[in-house]
């Protein structure tokens, strides 16, 4: 039995004698990941943006990356015949993918607002640190879930750059703090209902919302 975490992401997979090896390949043109892999250059993308100080843009891609997250994962749910080797390399590389427009999005966009000064450094790292142990934590086989999904804190980043006009040069450090406030829900020790039904379709309303209201921002 392959062990899974709680989103069944399995840990490892035991040898399938009776399988032959995937190649490389095969694992690339699976269609989640091809999917995944389209959101990992959407979240690339965002990176990018930021280095140019165009947020605007940049956060409507990084939601482009989690709508695009959230497509993956219902194309793998979908296909049942799927080999548990493509279901772990996909479900690691979904993290990844994550850790890019969900972890060093953030943190580089704060870093970048905050001009780098000691004190960004420090929360950026904090948030980036809390990503990484929440996505380790996903793999360990029986752990329940537990806290906020890091998507939020990108619709909060979102909601808080269209709100920056009136805020000034105070916008940094409210941005800091929420990422602070974030961070810790992010672990906190509560299970948040799963996005699903009319709770995903207002998601996802409000993100696509939200991003025609930035592509136009600088």
């Known amino acids: 039995m392959v ?18 090896p995937l190649r490389l390949a095969e694992f690339l043109l699976d269609a989640p990941n091809l999917v995944t892999l389209g959101g990992l250059a959407v979240g690339l993308g965002a990176l990018g943006l930021v280095v140019q100080e165009r947020f ?3 956060l409507c891609l990084a939601l482009g990356a989690i709508l695009i997250d959230h497509l993956d994962g219902r194309l793998a749910r979908n296909r049942p015949e799927r080999s548990p080797a493509l279901h772990t390399f ?18 580089l966009m704060l870093l970048t607002l905050g001009a780098f000064s000691p004190v960004f450094w420090l929360i950026a790292g904090t948030h980036l640190t809390v990503i990484a ?3 380790s934590y996903e793999f360990v086989p029986g752990a329940p879930r537990r806290g906020l999904s890091p998507d939020y804190s990108i619709l909060a980043f979102a909601l808080l750059y269209l709100a920056s006009p009136r805020w000034g040069s ?3 450090g409210i941005l800091a703090a929420v990422m602070i406030a974030m961070a810790g ?30 592509a136009g921002r600088p």
């Not at 062990?3 to 032959?20: D, F, I, N, S, W």
């Not at 690691?92 to 993918?97: E, F, P, S």
Request: with cysteine.
């Open 170 to 172: 105070v916008y940094p």
């Open 3 to 20: 062990p899974t975490g709680p989103k069944e992401k399995p840990l490892t997979v035991k040898p399938q004698t009776a399988e032959p």
């Open 56 to 58: 605007g843009p940049a």
């Open 133 to 135: 142990i929440r996505y």
């Open 185 to 214: 829900l992010n672990l906190a020790p509560f299970t948040p209902p799963k996005l699903r039904g009319l709770g995903l379709i207002a998601f996802v309303v409000s993100s696509l919302t939200l991003m025609a209201f930035l």
């Open 90 to 107: 996909g479900a690691h590389l979904d993290c990844y993918a994550d850790f890019v427009s969900k972890g060093v999005f953030p943190a």
